[in-house]
């Protein structure tokens, strides 16, 4: 393990800082290899509280620990205030189970949570010690490698990190680090380890093998990056954990000394979803849809509970509500948990699942809100989104929610959908305004006062890998203009409107979007004072504006401007197996009107990621929506829980790689 003790030097700073419980190691749960010859530190680029609920951080850690002869430690970015003492004291960043510094271990993994965790990144690399940039690096330093949802438009971090891992990370990451391991043990200079990443583990992005090209040069060639090298692959594609559907559900878990964001037992029960929501990055990067099997996730609830004290448990996936067997679960969750106080929450709920059934399922002793996400106001957008679903979906499942005794309900919209008009947004109000006198006439007279509504509006956010990823943001003068239309076309007091900060919005999709010059942006934005982004109080808009105006580039354009489909991206060289022909083909549905149906309900609709990925649609039973029984689709296995085995002695985890849902 690393050499270095800092908490002498560390505990004298904690009376000094707000919540120093982030700070403490030895939660119930945590694991220590300190005999491990190769150490591995994994960052969370955010404080404790948002770190240590993030289900990837815990499995992949896990899944690095279970590798013979590696050890892994957890490592998150300290709080403004921390920071700022530890650089005056000259401390380093340290790792939490053994307060060792950072730069000492062998490799370190940073998660790219979202796009305004950006100059957070280079904020943990600096007070690590950590030079910026790959090229920097000298050979004792740690290989430095990054994953997760903006790994599939790396090019904004390409400088800062030395591979960047694509696709899920469960069996990805310990054969990487088993890689590094090898190859540093026969003494191999930096750059051949690196060379044998990109060539010998799939999925796995070095962005200095590679030259970037000019503009007008990567649309003749059909690609930003040129391979330095012929054993360099011109295309990564995302590695896939084919091994979900059968392993364990359950995955050991730390228990926080502090109150964390999601403080509770977290089962994932299914990965991926086909719904197609043409703005939707995780549905079409976590393909294909694989469901675990009611007694693997009824066992892991139980032992999950039994081992750490929690008294809640959320069902986890992209659309639970979805999972063929999700009655069943509930069912039988319920009855293990009966009289003990525990509840059980589902938190993606999907509009035309959450029948009276479902209501009575997850209702349990403590309702607190719902969440219930239309994202258009009028059915001509949300055919447009391929939402696929409509008002009679929503004023059912209010019908149900609120007549089984829920009291607040939040509905979640996005405003400047491709398409969209005033009318569609007049539409929002209207609709919510319908919304809360239905859950009005749900409950009895008087209880009509306690009935809450809120509409949450975020900003349209063109995403990577997406139909929607060749169309421009609107402006954020435009956003306010019609969040101001919104508001007044609610007439309700009882309806509350909420919207995210455009400037915010702004900044996430030049990150979403950019090529290699948006990693100079941030850099220049976070040496004028850029950091947590994501945090309102901290958000430094100037650092971003005057960073673009010194280094002499139009963010705007990188935002808001619309291509057409044969207009190559900065990251068409990295797949999420989705083909591209599929995402234009989506996109021009989309301007027809014209929905595609999922296809673990239907037919195949022809993304390309079950052929690419050599994969299948893994179901524990036929799911059957509101058209009846699946139909033929040649990637579909419904394979039953009885195929599963014993769950108890299922070895895995999951996780997309260094990010969960």
């Not at 649309?219 to 059968?246: C, I, M, N, T, Y």
């Amino acid at each position: 393990m690393p050499s270095t003790n800092l908490w002498p030097r560390v505990e004298p700073l904690l009376a000094r800082v707000e919540r120093p419980a982030r700070y403490l190691n030895h939660e119930w749960g945590c694991v220590v290899k300190d005999d491990a010859p190769f150490q591995f530190c994994m960052i969370y680029p955010d404080t404790y509280e948002l770190g240590q609920a993030n289900q990837a951080v815990r499995i992949l850690v896990n899944a690095v620990n279970a590798t013979e002869g590696m050890g892994a430690e957890r490592a998150f970015l300290p709080a403004v205030d921390m920071a700022d003492l530890m650089r005056d004291a000259g401390v380093p960043l340290f790792s939490l189970e053994s307060c060792a510094p950072v730069a000492e271990f062998d490799a370190v993994g940073i998660t790219l949570p979202h796009e305004l965790a950006a100059t957070n990144i280079l904020e943990t690399l600096d007070l690590a010690g950590i030079p910026l940039h790959s090229a920097e690096r000298a050979e004792d330093d740690p290989i430095v490698l990054a994953g997760g949802p903006c790994a599939y438009n790396p090019e904004p971090y390409a400088p800062f990190f030395d591979v960047i891992l694509v696709g899920e990370g469960e069996e990805q990451l310990p054969e990487a680090l088993s890689l590094i391991r090898r190859l540093r043990s026969e003494a191999a200079p930096r750059a051949d380890i690196l060379r044998a990443l990109a060539r010998e583990v799939g999925g796995a992005y070095v962005p200095s093998l590679y030259r970037w090209r000019d503009e007008a040069e990567a649309q003749a060639a059909g690609s930003w990056v040129e391979p330095l090298f012929d054993d360099v692959p011109p295309v990564v594609d995302k590695r896939v954990f084919e091994g979900f559907a059968a392993s364990d559900a359950h995955e050991p878990m730390v228990v926080p000394y502090t109150e964390v964001v999601h403080d509770r037992l977290n089962i994932e029960v299914l990965r991926g979803c086909a719904r197609g929501c043409r703005f939707c990055q995780a549905g079409m990067m976590y393909r294909p849809v694989r469901e675990r099997s009611a007694d693997n996730i009824v066992n892991a609830v139980v032992r999950g509970l039994a081992e750490t004290g929690y008294d809640e448990v959320s069902l986890t996936s992209l659309s639970s509500t979805d999972h063929s067997q999700i009655a069943e679960i509930l069912t039988r969750v319920n009855d293990a948990c009966a009289g003990r106080g525990v509840r059980v929450s589902v938190p993606s709920q999907r509009l035309d699942a959450f029948g009276v059934e479902m209501a009575e399922l997850v209702a349990g002793q403590k309702k607190g809100g719902l969440t219930f996400a239309p994202e258009a106001g009028t059915q001509r957008l949300r055919d447009v989104i391929n939402k696929n679903v409509t008002e009679d979906d929503l004023f059912s499942a209010i019908d149900a929610a609120f007549a089984a005794g829920w009291r607040r309900c939040k509905l979640y919209f996005m405003v400047g959908l491709p398409t969209e008009t005033d009318e569609d947004i007049k539409g929002i109000a209207s609709l919510a305004q319908r919304a809360y006198d239905r859950a009005k006439a749900a409950v009895p007279p008087e209880q009509r006062g306690s009935v809450r509504m809120s509409v949450s509006c975020a900003v349209f956010v063109p995403k990577a890998q997406t139909p929607f990823q060749w169309d421009g943001q609107i402006s954020p003068e435009e956003t306010l203009r019609r969040v101001g239309l919104l508001k007044r076309s609610v007439k309700y007091k009882a309806v509350d409107v909420h919207y995210h900060d455009p400037a915010t919005s702004f900044v996430e999709a030049v990150m979403s979007r950019g090529g290699r010059e948006a990693a100079a942006w941030v850099e220049k934005a976070w040496r004028r004072g850029a950091r947590f982004d994501a945090w309102t109080e901290h958000f430094n808009e100037e650092a971003w504006t005057g960073a673009a105006e010194a280094l002499g580039i139009d963010p705007a354009r990188i935002a808001q401007a619309d291509f057409p489909t044969d207009y190559v991206l900065p990251w068409a060289h990295i797949t999420a197996a989705v083909s591209p022909k599929f995402l234009a083909r989506e996109r021009a549905r989309a301007q027809e009107g014209v929905t595609t149906p999922d296809c673990t309900f239907e037919n195949c609709s022809a993304c390309g990621a079950c052929p690419t990925l050599g994969a299948d649609i893994e179901l524990m039973e036929e799911r059957v929506g509101k058209t009846g029984a699946g139909a033929a689709n040649p990637y579909r296995r419904v394979i039953g829980s009885a195929a599963m085995g014993d769950a108890d002695h299922v070895d895995g985890g999951s996780a997309d790689e260094m990010e969960g849902n």
